[in-house]
């Protein structure tokens, strides 16, 4: 168990290398969650259907359809299930605990044949190596049941500041989700004009996956258990426009990688400033605008006021 890098205040503190055993877990756990959605629910642009997303009590796929009825999957972080249910009504479920990605996946799939949910996946990893099947996957086996409470409350209060950048842009942009073939929570927005076709490179995931997800220009920012002592949040543009590197950002913390080719901001950084929720808003801001100002993109059509009805409802 993790000796609680933690606090009690609503920005946690989990430092990566206290739980990495578990995190490597459940990414493997998700990825076979997130195959289940993708099996079943139809194409949306930039894979838009397969993400998952943060909930009162962990992960969800929200609703997927199969035949006349849908079902969800949640990832019951505070209490530690995985649940699946129905619209008729039936569900199964079993406890969050230590154990290999194999029992998981077997256990996952079981329970859909219980529920008549026919199900194939692709049984691989993506964007890992090595990429181990599923089933046969017995060196990831961790799970600190505190150290992924924790994990959920990071998520909660970077998906709770993300949806309020979000309200900013009257373009189109993507829900805030939970990709988990990265790993990482998620929000982009577009310009509306098509991007150079993306020369992938990701391990174990076609090139035609990166061409579908990059086909128009973007501007992307998100948070990520890695890349520094407690995570990191990011953000980066595709194409990246000259200029974006060195474009000033906020807050003094954050600072432009050339290894990952985006913006970082350690987590702790926001946590322990006086004002989070100010803080990852500026970063959110400044790297929206190192992408839109050296884009260009025409802002003026692009962004709103969310409180233009405030007067009046």
Not at 263 to 285: G, I, N
């Amino acid at each position: 168990m993790t000796n609680a890098s933690a606090d009690s205040g609503a920005w946690p503190a989990l430092r990566v290398a206290d739980w990495e055993p578990t995190r490597d877990t459940l990414h493997m756990w998700t990825q076979i969650v997130g195959k289940v959605r993708l099996a079943h629910a139809p194409l949306v642009n930039h894979w838009w259907q397969v993400p998952l997303y943060v909930s009162a009590r962990g992960l969800t796929t929200s609703a997927i359809p199969y035949d006349t009825r849908v079902f969800d999957i949640e990832f019951d972080l505070s209490g530690h299930q995985l649940t699946i249910h129905d619209s008729n009504g039936a569900h199964r479920e079993f406890p969050l605990e230590p154990m290999p990605v194999a029992d998981f996946y077997h256990r996952v799939m079981q329970a859909l044949r219980e529920l008549g949910i026919d199900t194939r996946i692709q049984s691989t990893p993506n964007e890992v190596d090595p990429a181990i099947p599923f089933a046969e996957d017995t060196v990831h086996a961790s799970y600190d049941l505190a150290a992924a409470n924790l994990f959920w409350k990071q998520l909660i209060q970077a998906d709770r500041v993300m949806h309020e950048f979000r309200s900013n842009f009257v373009g189109k942009v993507s829900p805030v989700h939970f990709f988990w073939g990265s790993f990482d929570l998620a929000c982009t927005r577009f310009t509306g004009q098509p991007a150079p076709q993306h020369p992938g490179g990701a391990p174990n995931v076609g090139n035609w996956v990166m061409v579908e997800g990059y086909s128009h220009e973007l501007s992307s920012c998100g948070f990520w258990p890695g890349g520094g002592e407690e995570g990191a949040f990011y953000a980066y543009a595709y194409p990246e426009p000259e200029g974006f590197a060195d474009h000033p950002v906020l807050p003094e913390q954050a600072f432009y990688s050339a290894d990952f080719g985006q913006f970082l901001l350690p987590y702790e950084a926001v946590r322990t400033a006086s004002d989070p929720d100010a803080t990852l808003q500026k970063f959110l801001q400044t790297t929206y605008e190192a992408a839109a100002d050296n884009g260009p993109w025409d802002r003026a059509a692009l962004e709103c006021d969310p409180r233009r009805w405030d007067s009046v409802r």
